[in-house]
Structures are given as structure tokens and as C-alpha cells.
């Protein structure tokens, strides 16, 4: 069965940083892809960063240069970097895997992160 554990997640000043985590299980197939997305309540669910089961990666305009995903495979994690924390960053972020040979998706719970001074 699929799993997906995010964590990292936590209070932060703005301006601050962190690192999420996504360790992945039970995942099948030659191709998959990764992705961080955010959701704050009423507000749909919105990608923030991806990375193709080629490497290439993908960020919202918001966020380019602030943050980065990156996969250690040996550890079948996903990673999400995020500096620069802004209060708008505020949310639970979610890790969001896709086998692309049947185009399944799957999720983890989330991972709350509050911008607060």
C-alpha cells in the first residue's frame, strides 16, 4: 500500500526557513513524479513546487527562488526547501506522488507550517 509521511513542518518567524520531508512507500512503476502542495482553509488546494520523474523541476511564481525540491532516492524521500519565509506561506503542505504509467495520484496528511512573529 502506498504511504506518504511529510514532516518538518512547525512555527517560524517570517523570513525563517525550513526543510519538509517526504518519505515514500509502496510506490510502483518505472515513473513517478513529486509535488509539494499547499492548502489554507477555504482555499483550494494549490501546487507549490514539483519535480518530473526526469529531474526537471517546476515552482509558482511566488515561490521561485525561495524554494527548491530536491529527492534523495536511496532514501526514498522528497524534499522541499523553502527560505524566506513570507506570512502568505502559512498552510498545511502536502506531498502529492503520481506513478505516471497509470496515472494514479497519492497523498500524505500534511505537514502544518505558521508564518508568525
Known amino acids: 500500500q502506498v504511504q506518504l509521511v511529510e514532516s518538518g513542518g512547525g512555527l517560524v518567524q517570517p523570513g525563517g526557513s525550513l526543510t519538509l520531508s517526504c518519505a515514500a512507500s509502496g510506490l510502483i512503476g518505472s515513473r513517478v513524479a513529486m509535488g509539494w502542495h499547499r492548502q489554507v482553509a477555504g482555499v483550494e488546494r494549490e501546487v507549490v513546487a514539483s519535480?518530473?520523474?526526469?529531474?526537471?523541476?517546476f515552482y509558482v511564481d511566488r515561490v521561485k527562488g525561495r524554494f527548491t525540491i530536491y529527492s534523495n532516492n536511496a532514501k526514498n524521500t522528497v524534499y522541499l526547501q523553502i527560505n524566506r519565509l513570507k506570512h502568505g506561506g502559512t498552510g498545511v503542505y502536502y506531498c502529492?506522488?503520481?506513478?505516471?504509467?497509470?496515472?494514479?495520484?497519492?497523498w500524505g496528511q500534511g505537514t502544518q507550517v505558521n508564518v508568525s512573529s
Open positions: 519535480i518530473s520523474s526526469g529531474g526537471n523541476e
Open positions: 502529492r506522488a503520481t506513478e505516471l504509467d497509470d496515472r494514479e495520484d497519492y
